[in-house]
């Protein structure tokens, strides 16, 4: 979705989005061989979506159509052969292997998109607030796709420590940009790479110690 | 989303615009802490999605990039504040009491989006039936994606008077343009304020007299 | 869709888009009109949404805006006829008319709308690859919504013979265009009949014979 010729120094960005792509879309292809009774073209479609959902709406929202998907062949060549991935050796592995490999590979998509999502608005000239909306968009998006599809809650709405790991990535990213009075390209791979960490870290740290947000304040029960 | 300096006198509808956003947000937010098990930013991620929803469609459909949403700071502090308000208040709320809210915010969210979404798409140089339908879109837009997310049947399907009043609204935007030969800064206060109080009233004559329209005539039962 | 000023020579995949719509069109308001308790505005709307929908998701893809839907009236008025005609005529067909109905009418609009669609994506400037994608996008997009608008999980996810169809039918398109060395302006009335005659009679093959591709291996059953 970053155009090499148009953002120099983008290579960083461009490989972090494709396995961005790749997590999620085993991610997406194996919830849909698992939970939905799905053939091939099913199980590889879902995976393609939840892999390049959250992209495709972050493009639409800043105007670049069409969208890095259909420009650059690449994300797409990298979320069918998660897809096919799944459909090939996903048998082969128990239901606890599947729950807590499916955990890893989602945590790892959020992070890395909240990463590119972030840069990628910064480096079409968004502002800061917009960035770090955009990057959890591109994170969250492809996985709301998902969980609508397959009839599911969207996991962004329920789940302890999921858009907010995001927002504080994309915000790193930002706040690096800003300090350094750069955009994106600036941002190098340390800024970047410790912004992911971070979003996992927390992402991670949430699933294990069960960690929730506080609902709302409710009212009594009579 | 209507942007100051491009349309100049456009004040009215960005402030009918926000009004419409604190209702959709606080009506959405509302709707989660109750209907949903979520925590407090799914809470206010649901009160923005239905407040802002309804308008980045209608900004996506007449190819107004960046939305308003993202160049405009206003229209996600109000969104976020109805969110909040929500969390820190909403407890308070009876449960007959929140019914009656919701009702009348989402009626009062429902007139305010359709004469501004038809007054936007006037403004964009669309025509007529046109401006008709996006008025209509952007009053029911963030709503559904309301219900979709959580699990419910959109209300815009099902739900006896609701497209109707909007689209009546939409169209009443759209004739005093006509009449007058004015682009939407022309409408004036006036006919604004009449097209959302027809929406408005239609909405809740509806809902207050549970009039539903007819259904599709349905074949004899043998 | 197609803009006659724009793309002279278009006038078959105008004809073929609108055959599209009207057919998707009262397929979304039968389904309508059966599954959920609508009121006609309700079903006349599911009857719009899922005329409209695919074609105004390959439009925002493309960058397309405001989509054909919105410049051409034709669309909007087709797809309109099509959920009247439900409303009067839908209750004197029996249940099981109406299942084939169903069938027949959805196997055509995907067809016309897999041609139409990768047609317009090639006369839009996309490459073989995305033309093919946007032609399966355009095709199954409309149904997916009218799915998920009321509740029940995706066709495209879960039918056997469907996605495959579209996509190879939208494959014919592009190849006969690559072939001939021209645009989708030549790709004249065989090609465009071959590519929709060939995804109509391998959908409904699929229906007939109960064709289901392979799910993916699933891990044994202790």
């Known amino acids: 979705m970053v155009d090499d010729e148009r953002v120099p120094g983008s290579t960083l960005l461009l490989v972090l989005d494709l396995v961005g792509v790749l997590a999620f879309a085993v991610d997406g292809a194996l919830t849909a061989s698992r939970t939905a009774r799905l053939d091939v073209i099913g199980v590889i479609t879902l995976g393609v979506i939840t892999a390049l ?14 969208p890095a998907t259909f420009s650059d ?12 991935l799944v459909c090939v050796f996903g048998h082969r592995m128990g239901r606890r292997r599947v729950a807590r490999t499916l955990t ?5 998509g959020l992070s890395l998109f909240a990463v ?9 000239g968004l502002g800061p607030v917009q960035a770090i909306l955009l990057g959890g968009l591109t994170a969250v998006g492809g996985g709301t796709l998902r969980d609508l599809l397959t009839g599911r809650s969207p996991q962004v709405l329920s789940s302890g420590l999921y858009a907010v790991p995001a927002l504080l990535g994309a915000a790193v990213v930002v706040l690096s940009a800003q300090v350094t ?18 979003c996992f870290a ?8 069960r960690i929730d947000l506080p609902g709302p304040r409710q009212p009594p029960v009579p």
């Open 202 to 209: 927390l992402r991670m740290l949430g699933v294990v110690r």
């Open 116 to 124: 590119t999502g972030a840069g990628t608005a910064l480096a079409a």
């Open 73 to 84: 062949w690449r994300y797409l060549a990298v979320a069918a052969t998660g897809g096919v």
């Open 53 to 66: 959902g959250g992209g495709i709406m972050r493009d639409l929202l800043i105007g670049r159509v069409p």
């Open 104 to 108: 890893v590979l989602d945590a790892a």
């Open 181 to 198: 009075h750069t955009d994106v390209v600036g941002i190098g791979s340390v800024w970047a790479v410790v912004a992911a960490g971070l």
